[in-house]
């Protein structure tokens, strides 16, 4: 069985999230989804989440490429993720092209383009929602 892991955030899950989350299942037969919690999208990527963990963790199990969902803690957990649950290959979009080379020591690294258009950031602008940041 292949394995693919990808990271995110996924508040306000959108197209963008599901089109990167189909193609990371069509890499291989089974995927993890390893969602930022609440405190650490605060500590670390001062972004405040509209949606829970708890919440988003429901939204992205619901997603039928999606077979796991673990949380994200700390920026330094993907090497023990990758080598606990014997991952083949992890996947990001390529706004983070480069940033997980070090991965390539133990698994395939992909970056998928991103999906144009569409974001959270630009979901909250339109309908007139402020961002709230440290
Ligand atoms: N994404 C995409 N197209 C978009 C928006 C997002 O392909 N229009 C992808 C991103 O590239 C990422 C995934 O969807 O691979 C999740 O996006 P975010 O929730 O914004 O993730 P981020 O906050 O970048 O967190 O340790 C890594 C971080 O947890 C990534």
């Not at 599901?18 to 995927?31: C, M, P, S, T, V």
Request: hydrophobic fraction near 35%; aromatic fraction near 12%.
């Amino acid at each position: 069985m292949k394995k693919v892991i990808t990271y995110g955030t996924f508040d306000l899950l959108h197209a963008g999230h599901i089109n990167l989350l189909r193609r990371a299942k069509e890499l291989g037969d089974y995927l993890i989804v390893v969602i930022s919690t609440d405190e650490f999208n605060w500590n670390e990527k001062q972004k405040k989440c509209y949606f829970s963990y708890e919440e988003r963790k429901h939204l992205v199990e619901a997603v039928r490429y999606v077979d796991l969902v673990i949380p994200e803690e700390n920026w330094d957990q993907k090497i023990t993720d990758v080598q606990e649950f014997k991952v083949d290959t992890f996947v990001m979009g390529d706004d983070w092209e480069g940033k997980f080379d070090f991965l390539k020591d133990y698994c395939e690294v992909v970056y998928l383009p991103r999906t144009e258009g569409i974001s959270t950031t630009k979901i909250k602008k339109d309908l007139g929602i402020k961002t709230e940041s440290k």
